[in-house]
């Protein structure tokens, strides 16, 4: 078998798409290993993502001859390379248990990453019990007044790395509405709530008041509106009222660990496209 | 063994109180069915039910002289049979699901309940599929200008039939401070949505422009706040791209008919106990 | 819009299946509407489900068009019409918590059937708390010796009535083999346990004796051995020590209504289809 | 406030044993933070967990004076220390997930272990990814001749090291019957199925080919057979036909990692008692 490709597209619905695209698979010697598609019928949008074995056709060639058909279709498009390990960069702030948890995936090869560098607000020490290993660790403290500066030197690691993903794994600071738009679409953050119920600072505290009966937490994409970006997954569990806003922070680890990680084994294996302001996740 | 009885109360928490009432009921013979107590340490409050056979104790003198020890630690407390079925007004409109359900669980004897009046602001037609058998259903529409009248009607067949609670299944009028004052710590709203995600009307829809990843119901006391009532259950599931609006209000009716009817049942066995805008749930 | 249709089909796996079929319902004037395919490389077999306006062609043509294209690629497969009621007969013995969730969502217009008859091997006084309306109520007893007589006549009230899927909702009677094999791939059981935990009778008892701490239910399609057939759906809820076996099957009552209508709404929307011993469910 | 300490007991059930111990705590100067009962009324057994502020009491003076009356009620009982972390062995083979997740637990403080050895059958290279910082390492192999030795060599080191608590952590050995009676009560093991579905060998596998919809994990005690220790804990999710074995098995390690925590959880924090087969859990 060649190398699997993932290509992702979509465009406005209309007859045909899915023939023209399997067609042009076909006709090029690609064997299709897993596809999904949507044809979401309350905005006419389409959505499709095909995993192929492309045979003896170059992936370059593949590429070039399909942006032909994109255009017919006017397509937003993707080719990837299934199995190539995603450069990755990793924010944190004091509490690492999601860093832990995406270190040990990759370890393990659960996770196809290449972890390129770690950047926190807060010195190394502050996650010493977290072997880190040789991934550079970047602090790069922030202040009100060096907020930009701090923004302007995480976007220099981003391009000297190549990250193709920034994972904000409990990174308790705020982006600037420039630094998101900046990472549009390949920036995930990890809310510690069930989104939308609480959104801002200290979300457990404030489920502890409130008296619900359920917690949960929001993986989502990055945008200028910290707590209103595309969500790509979400799990929540029962609570009760013997759970003190401490038991809370302790099962919301539990939660955000597994949630943000399954985000970003979705995004990472291109399972997730942007339908405006929400998302399509196509799980396989 | 005599008739069972539940005994529920709540105060400040300090030494020697489950060793006072614990004694109080062995020593007039009483014996322990099941019994939970919940040491609020953040508000330094005690919470506590027991279930007990009587022994040769009437109810009456366990009433009365239990009034002293209650007293003495300034409880509230509330004596109630266990076994007596509770008499349940329940109030509707156009959906009827959760009335559908409530009234299948009391047929089959899986609800302690004896439905004695079901209201609805729409005709009988409107859940003209339900059989309601010879339970009296009252039409009473409601506008803007009628609305206290309404009230005044709703009130008086809730002291006609002695109704001890009333259960808002899918009742779509929202109640005035006073109506909802008058029927405080009895009346159990089925709210469709996962409190405090998406208040007010059409959740699903908003859930779905929100492109949430799970919906909710939660079921709660009515307060004057309608939205914001102590919650007493909580339930939720995941949901994907491809759902609609519509799907979601076909996955909604599953999950607020069973966590309506799970938040009747532990009413109705004297298992939820308020604690400020906060609820104790002493599961059996 | 033409009445939407939904193709089904499963084949060995090989390059061009999709191209081919979705050429072939593009070059008719046919508009798919929702589409899933499954390459299952453990086994080399190809499912796929297309939902689809069929445009101006006529069913008839794409049914006998559609048959060269299935024989080349040796398939199995079905045309079936999406929105046309299913002729569903349902059987059931004294619990009927399941007949009459069904009931309950064919009249609210959820599930889309249509009740040819309900058979049981109790009178009609043992359902006497749901509302069967019109539908024609066979009671048929059973016994060791009249077994195959029983079984006679309910494959004739199949055949006299068209029904399309037999539902054992709470059947607590083993079909014989002859009678599963007859009714293969279009009868489904609704067995009260997480299978394969506890096969057999009174699958609550045994999870309580075995101290397990979730309970669930299997949906499944009927085979000669009755505990082994292709799972449908499942679902589980969590238990605690105080769980009773009478808790047990109170929860349970729950989990099994709506386990038994989601398998029945996926069977009826043509989104399962078999894989062996197994099944591959494509969900919207 | 005085060191906090745990009284868990359980005896046949007869009236007054809640007044004679909160009693006997109260006139000690004792102060309940937190209390449960389990009256079994099948088995006519109580089970009791108290906390509680034991004053000026001194620990030993409870713990004798504590004796008579347990004496009277012929009670199973413990008088532990809540807050002393408690000496943890953890063995583990080659699949480390849940040893990585006990250690993370532990080094941020939210598990109150203090681990006195990690016991493997294979070398500390097969695990060479997790930091295990200074916890001893034995690296004990294991062949159908060298079973005795090498389990008399586990006790040892259970032995010198004071280990409270054996956690075995996907240690892919069967003790044998006399050392799984030797660790009687003190010994957690998690069976990477959700018993009694699948035990044995390979039960991803299992599970994948019976086809079934969920899968999960169980933690229990280990008993001389197994597969049908006392189960303490169990999980369970979703899966679908997309999911192969490996997906089974990267899906199951999450379940597995955090039902195991719990199990380790509600164990230290004494909230676990063996009712026969069955556990009593008191939950916070």
Request: glycine content about 6%.
């Amino acid at each position: 078998m060649a190398e699997p490709l993932v290509l992702t597209l979509s465009c406005a619905d209309r007859p045909g798409i899915t023939a023209r695209v399997s067609s042009f698979l076909f006709e090029r010697g690609g064997n299709i290993l897993e596809a999904q598609q949507f044809n979401d019928r309350l905005s006419d949008a389409f959505f499709m993502r095909v995993e192929f074995d492309p045979g003896d056709t170059p992936r370059d060639t593949i590429r070039s001859e399909f942006a032909a058909l994109a255009d017919t279709f006017a397509m937003e498009w993707k080719l990837a390379q299934r199995d190539r390990p995603r450069r990755v960069m990793i924010m944190v702030s004091k509490f690492d248990h999601c860093l832990a948890d995406l270190l040990y995936r990759w370890r393990i090869g659960e996770l196809p990453i290449e972890p390129v560098a770690i950047v926190s607000n807060h010195p190394r020490e502050a996650i010493g019990h977290t072997d880190t290993g040789a991934i550079p660790f970047h602090h790069l403290p922030v202040t009100r007044d060096t907020k930009a500066q701090q923004e302007a030197r995480v976007r220099e690691i981003a391009a000297e790395t190549d990250a193709e993903l920034i994972v904000l794994a409990r990174y308790m600071q705020i982006l600037s509405d420039a630094q998101a738009a900046h990472f549009a679409g390949r920036c995930i953050n990890i809310h510690h709530s069930f989104l939308p119920g609480f959104k801002g600072a200290k979300p457990y505290h404030q489920a502890y008041e409130r008296g619900v009966k359920m917690i949960g937490a929001s993986a989502h994409y990055v945008t200028a509106d910290l707590d209103e970006g595309p969500i790509i997954h979400q799990d929540a569990e029962s609570i009760g009222h013997a759970d003190t806003p401490d038991a809370l922070v302790r099962k919301g680890r539990d939660i955000e660990s597994r949630v943000l990680a399954e985000a970003v084994r979705l995004h990472l294996e291109e399972r997730v496209l942007l339908n405006g302001q929400r998302t399509v996740v196509f799980r396989g």
